[in-house]
């Protein structure tokens, strides 16, 4: 396994995220960076459309280099993160929900887990439980730094450093 420098959380954040924004987001296996790259942006230097190219706003320009070596990437160096389906979030609240201690909490974490709207509600009744809403964001920050380094092993990728954004 090659052992890089990686930012965990970021990984972790970009997995979780349901949204692309309209982009393909990609890890660097030689250095270990995110890169995020308008999907605009790829279709352009996948077409060798300079005029299109040309008509990018400066921000979008910086990154024509980098979708160029995407574009011509035969060695796999870029592996596109993936994203979790919305069933896993789900998943994980469901399972934390049965480690609540609190009899009522769990109570009405279980109703709240109960249809659409489940995540909202979820967030809401804890956010009235300060110590429980912070044993919720470390167990599921733990949760999803384990499914970032799983990734990293199956692309054998060893992380090396865990940062942390907080």
């Given amino acids: 396994m090659k052992k890089i420098k990686v930012d965990l959380d970021e990984i972790a954040m970009e997995m979780e995220m349901q949204d692309d924004f309209g982009s393909t987001t990609l890890f660097d296996t030689e250095t270990g960076q995110i890169v995020s790259i308008p999907d605009e942006l790829m279709r352009a230097v996948e077409e060798d459309d300079e005029e299109a190219l040309e008509d990018l706003p400066e921000w979008k320009k910086e ?62 009744i804890l956010s009235d ?19 970032a380094i799983d990734w990293l092993n199956s692309i054998d990728i060893e992380p090396i450093q865990a940062a942390k954004l907080r």
Avoid at 83 to 112: C, Q, R, W
């Fill in 63 to 124: 990154l024509i280099e980098t979708a160029r070596s995407v574009c011509s990437d035969e060695s796999g160096r870029y592996e596109e993160i993936p994203k979790n389906p919305s069933y896993e979030a789900y998943d994980l609240m469901v399972e934390f929900a049965e480690t609540v201690k609190d009899i009522h909490l769990k109570g009405k974490l279980n109703i709240a887990l109960d249809g659409k709207g489940a995540f909202r509600r979820f967030k809401n």
């Fill in 129 to 147: 439980y300060p110590e429980e809403q912070e044993r919720w964001f470390a167990f599921k920050e733990e949760r999803m730094r384990h499914e």
